[in-house]
């Protein structure tokens, strides 16, 4: 069973270009969520999907950043118009169990590092 | 303010030395708390998970403690290793829901 799959490993980016990031979950895991993590500082939260459904955005800017996970392939967290402060670290983590539950377990990807030149 | 803290922020020690990170939190309602371990350019990966009734839980040389009355949790390793050198993340969750609150880290570099 291989583990979450991200890819690109690393993604460089001009200014107003678009980023599209992959997640490919463990085998059977149905919640997918994504991270961002800045240069010294802990991970944050961005977003909280199901299979084709969003169901906490709460930590995503309103503005150029979407996400989705349809029935079929891995999740994609879009970043359009690139600006350089949305260089960062993107991890995307999967779990088999609804969230809250007190033995969930995150499994995390090995992130995609974006850099915006 | 919801908030994670750890400490030391970074620490370098002998292979084969024991040492203690320390994690303090301010989440409340408080559900449990985690210690990942995150080797350079990885995802974290977990080494326990405690629940506000436990006090201590151990995996291999990894022994976390809580003290959910202080909201204090340290992580001991011991007999430590150079495949040890990684950043160990504390990571405290709400009660009932899904929302980590994730420590910056502390650095731990194990030498030769």
């Known amino acids: 069973n291989a583990g979450v799959m991200q890819n690109p490993r690393h993604l460089v980016r001009r200014r107003g270009q678009e980023a599209r990031l992959r997640c490919s979950p463990m085998k059977g895991h149905s919640h997918v969520y994504w991270y961002r993590q800045l240069p010294e500082e802990g991970l944050k939260f961005m977003v909280y999907?199901?299979?084709?459904?969003?169901?906490?955005e709460s930590g995503m800017p309103k503005e150029r950043f979407s996400a989705e996970f349809p029935k079929e392939g891995p999740s994609i967290l879009r970043i359009q118009q690139v600006v350089r402060g949305d260089s960062a670290a993107y991890f995307c983590a999967s779990s088999p169990i609804p969230p809250g539950a007190t033995n969930e377990k995150l499994f995390f990807g090995s992130g995609t590092q974006l850099s915006v030149l | 303010k919801n908030q994670v803290e750890q400490s030391p922020q970074s620490l370098i020690i002998l292979e084969g030395k024991n040492c203690t990170l320390q994690?303090?939190?301010?989440?409340?309602?408080?559900?449990?708390l985690r210690w990942y371990k995150q080797d350079t350019g990885r995802g974290p990966v977990s080494l326990t998970i405690?629940?506000?009734?436990?006090n201590t839980k151990s995996n291999g040389r990894y022994t976390a403690t809580l003290d959910a009355d202080t909201k204090q949790s340290s992580l001991h390793i011991t007999a430590s290793q150079l495949s040890d050198s990684a950043s160990y993340i504390c990571v405290v969750s709400f009660s009932g829901t899904y929302k980590y609150i994730f420590g910056t880290g502390t650095r731990l570099k194990v030498l030769a």
């Open positions: 999907l199901q299979k084709e459904n969003i169901i906490d």
């Open positions: 405690m629940t506000f009734s436990e």
């Open positions: 994690c303090n939190y301010t989440v409340s309602p408080f559900s449990n």
